[in-house]
């Protein structure tokens, strides 16, 4: 979320409590939560602190499906063309006119693991994952840099349909 | 759904009315439609046609957190020690013990479509889906008999998780 809309929906100078830090060093949910509203309904999403340059909502598309939002696949931080929505907050609401993407799926990794793993930012792997809903997900794009540690991300469709469960394992197949 | 639970929740003798035909022979959506009632919140449902031998409810593991049902993997069938759930039909209510799924992916084929691809009734194969969210499903079960007509069936989030849209081709690796 930007400082911009934080403001507009919480209020100046309001600062977000931590909820449980994520994945990706520095970054956490916060405990406040707004509502995205589309033109078939609304539903609750929790926010990624800190704020950025921009707001951006990823969605699973079958959360945007029941918002009715078109799906747009994105890379994470790329919203130009996207479709907008309306954003509901205890202070306020906005009508952003683009930022809801269906991030395409990745693999996060620290500069160090990257090399260790040959693997350069923005080049394309498949994962595999093991089990009785076992599938090989191609197009996975590799993000690395200061920042960044590894995690391999995946929204809530494609984790359901890899019968994703705490533990299981991905294979890394170049 | 049984003839015994489209008593309770319909009425005695209530005959369904045909939204649309579906992919395999003689099947059909119904207009009629019920809920399903979870620990969690509750979801509208279409009913497929004729009555069966037993109520099997299939849901995406998506919808199966949104309601509290712990997503239990299937082929469509085999309901025994699955979870149930409150249904809630206009002239009645029924809380069944088990018919919740989330069910297998699978290949419906004809006898003749079985044997030309050399496959058999249960046999596993893998279906490749091309396009940004490419991936390869593996563990796609083959169901193959007399009534079956050629149709690869996924849910909403293994279709969402793979890009689907109309059109979208898949490949049969075997």
């Known amino acids: 979320?930007?400082?911009?809309?934080?403001?507009?929906?919480?209020?100046?100078?309001?600062k977000f409590k931590i909820f449980k830090m994520v994945s990706q060093p520095g970054q956490f949910a916060t405990q406040e939560e707004i509502k995205i509203q589309g033109s078939?309904?609304?539903?609750?999403?929790?926010?990624?602190?800190?704020?950025r340059q921009d707001t951006q909502i990823e969605l699973a598309a079958t959360d945007c499906y029941k918002l009715g939002i078109k799906p747009v696949l994105r890379?994470?931080?790329?919203?130009?063309?996207?479709p907008g929505a309306v954003l509901i907050g205890p202070k306020g609401r906005n009508?952003?006119?683009?930022?809801v993407i269906v991030a395409q799926r990745h693999l996060h990794l620290a500069p160090n693991e990257a090399k260790s793993l040959k693997l350069k930012s923005g080049q394309l792997v498949s994962v595999k994952i093991k089990g009785p809903r076992e599938l090989i997900f191609d197009n996975v794009i590799v993000r690395s840099g200061a920042g960044h540690k590894k995690s391999f991300q995946l929204d809530t469709d494609e984790g359901n349909a890899?019968?994703?469960?705490?533990g299981i394992k991905g294979e890394l197949i170049k």
């Open 1 to 14: 979320m930007s400082q911009r809309d934080s403001q507009r929906l919480f209020g100046k100078g309001y």
């Open 40 to 51: 078939r309904g609304e539903l609750k999403l929790r926010i990624v602190g800190p704020v």
């Open 162 to 166: 890899c019968g994703w469960m705490p």
């Open 95 to 99: 009508k952003i006119k683009q930022g």
């Open 75 to 82: 890379v994470s931080g790329k919203v130009k063309g996207t």
